[in-house]
């Protein structure tokens, strides 16, 4: 149900930050 769906699309949401912080970082 949608509790499914936010609960997805949350992790995905931290995953992208994470990738842009270590790019952040890398530079």
Same mark, same amino acid.
């Given at each position: *149900? =949608?509790?499914? /769906? !936010?609960?997805?699309? !949350?992790? @995905? *949401? /931290? #995953? =992208? @930050? @994470?990738?842009? !912080?270590? #790019? @952040? =970082?890398? #530079?």
């Amino acid at each position: *149900g =949608i509790v499914v /769906f !936010a609960s997805v699309m !949350a992790t @995905l *949401g /931290f #995953q =992208i @930050l @994470l990738e842009s !912080a270590r #790019q @952040l =970082i890398a #530079q």
